[in-house]
């Protein structure tokens, strides 16, 4: 049971390369999320995923696009990657009807140069 | 934004409770109150969470006041394993459009 995977766990773009982020979790849950976290700052909701085929917008969605693809799997995608992008980027998901909190992945951190 | 206020730091010595106190004086009567750990840079991990009632497990209690508005999360005997950043979120579960706004929270610092 490897709960919510993220790959790859590194990456250094160039400023204005494209790249996509993949998460996949084994959990069945219903929502999926992506969040960013800058040095010594707390995680900012970038964009998430109720179900498969929904997404909605959180607090910080500019400069990203992502794709429910399936029930498993959440992908971000930077299109124009730019230096302020530089974070590290973490998926999670959860079950709305059960009473237990998000479960995380280990993280992608991300330098745009 | 946020609906939790939280101190920036503590400090707590080895082996003592550690007890880190939240606000969150507009919580809603179907908000859930939640605590997660970050740990390094790792992703945060859930701890325990309360409607109103008092909640313990195997890593921590969680107290509720009477009147919602607070909590106080208690680790019993922290070692030195605990220093993290934590979280106190509030959350509406059973809810179609769930998602959870994340705070600055508290960075912990367990003293040997």
């Known amino acids: 049971n490897a709960g919510v995977t993220q790959t790859p766990k590194f990456q250094v773009l160039k400023t204005g390369q494209s790249m996509t982020l993949q998460c996949a979790q084994d959990?069945?849950?219903?929502?999926m999320y992506w969040y960013r976290q800058d040095p010594g700052m707390g995680l900012r909701l970038i964009y998430y995923?109720?179900?498969?085929?929904?997404?909605d917008k959180g607090e910080v969605p500019n400069g990203y696009n992502v794709s429910r693809l399936n029930k498993r799997e959440f992908s971000l995608r930077l299109e124009s990657a730019a230096p302020s992008q530089t974070s590290v980027y973490f998926c999670?998901?959860?079950?709305?009807?059960?009473?237990?909190?998000?479960?995380f992945g280990s993280g992608t951190r991300l330098t745009v140069v | 934004d946020a609906k939790t206020t939280q101190p920036p730091s503590m400090d707590c010595a080895e082996g003592r409770a550690a007890n880190l106190p939240c606000n969150h004086s507009?919580?809603?009567?179907?908000?859930?109150v939640y605590w997660y750990r970050q740990i390094h840079s790792q992703g945060p991990q859930y701890i325990i969470h309360?409607?109103?009632n008092n909640e313990t497990n195997e890593m921590a209690s969680l107290i509720i006041t009477e009147d919602r508005k607070s909590s106080t999360l208690i680790l019993p005997h922290a070692t030195l394993r605990d220093t993290a950043v934590y979280y106190c979120?509030?959350?509406?579960?059973?809810?179609?459009?769930?998602?959870?706004?994340f705070g600055k929270g508290t960075r912990l610092h367990i003293l040997p």
């Open positions: 309360g409607l109103k």
């Open positions: 999670a998901s959860s079950h709305e009807t059960v009473n237990y909190g998000y479960t």
């Open positions: 995923s109720a179900s498969e085929g929904t997404t």
């Open positions: 959990m069945n849950h219903n929502s």
């Open positions: 507009t919580i809603s009567g179907n908000e859930y």
């Open positions: 979120i509030v959350r509406v579960i059973m809810n179609r459009d769930d998602k959870i706004i």
